[in-house]
């Protein structure tokens, strides 16, 4: 068993495979996903686990060199962020960009527009 960190098997295994620029997404539980696109769904109940504890377990494990957030993402999901680049595209626009990422952690969060897409950056 691991000693600290993340727990999840799915989700330790799928950072692992992260390269330099690959993308993945923080969902909440609405987020449309693509079929193709895997998923590691964190979903317990409605509003567990939440946005904000997951993206800070994952921020804590990886390298985030830029995101990508909806132009109608609520600021509590934005301080969330604050020394990360972010780049805003319409709601629309993010749902495409979704198809492109290695995964998609769905978490319960019932906060609309609760969605980033972290670009993986590098240690050195």
């Known amino acids: 068993m691991r000693k600290s960190g993340l727990l999840n098997p799915a989700l330790t295994s799928a950072i692992a495979r992260l390269g330099h620029t690959d993308t993945f997404v923080i969902a909440d539980c609405g987020l449309p ?20 504890d997951t993206l800070a377990a994952l921020l804590d494990e990886v390298v ?48 609309p527009f609760a969605n980033v897409i972290l670009r993986s950056g590098v240690p050195f």
């Open 33 to 52: 996903i693509p079929h193709a696109v895997p998923v590691i769904d964190l979903t317990l109940t409605f509003g567990i686990p939440t946005f904000a």
């Open 64 to 111: 985030v060199e830029a995101a990508t957030i909806a132009d109608t993402t609520p600021p509590e999901v934005r301080s969330l962020l604050p020394a990360v680049p972010l780049t805003e595209v319409s709601h629309d626009d993010l749902k495409r960009e979704v198809a492109r990422a290695s995964f998609v952690v769905r978490t319960g969060s019932t906060t």
